[in-house]
């Protein structure tokens, strides 16, 4: 690993970004299949409701999380252009199920800056 290349934090706070960063995709995924599957055994969910909400309440505690550290990360990485600090802080929170993956893959990942153009 290269000095700097994380920026202060370790290769397994990196990569647990990004672990956490797949969690709202596979999410969003499995809650419409389950929804989808109640609506056709006529309203009965396959899981409880209180777990239902429970995997939603946590997810968005995720979400909130992995946007204070993307966003912050975006206005402090030497990685990103001043012009493009703003776009990707307002990429990551208008769309930030498929962005935070998209941003920590592109520009938070150890080795991203030197595959990819900012």
């Known amino acids: 690993m290269e000095a700097g290349e994380t920026r202060g934090r370790s290769r397994r706070t990196v990569y647990l970004v990004g672990l956490l960063s797949l969690w ?5 995924i499995a809650f ?5 599957i109640g609506a056709a055994q006529g309203g009965d969910l396959p899981i409880s ?5 429970a995997f939603h309440l946590l997810t ?7 946007l204070v550290i ?3 990360d975006a206005y402090q990485t030497p990685r990103l252009p001043d012009e493009k600090r703003t776009f ?19 520009h938070m990942r ?4 030197r595959t990819h153009a900012s």
């Open 88 to 106: 990707w802080a307002v990429v990551l929170f208008l769309g930030n199920i498929v962005s935070i993956p998209t941003y920590w893959w592109l």
């Open 110 to 113: 150890p080795g991203a800056g």
């Open 70 to 72: 993307c966003i912050r």
């Open 32 to 36: 419409l299949v389950v929804v989808a």
């Open 49 to 53: 409701f209180g777990a239902l909400a």
């Open 60 to 66: 968005i505690v995720i979400l909130v999380i992995l």
């Open 24 to 28: 709202p995709p596979i999410y969003m």
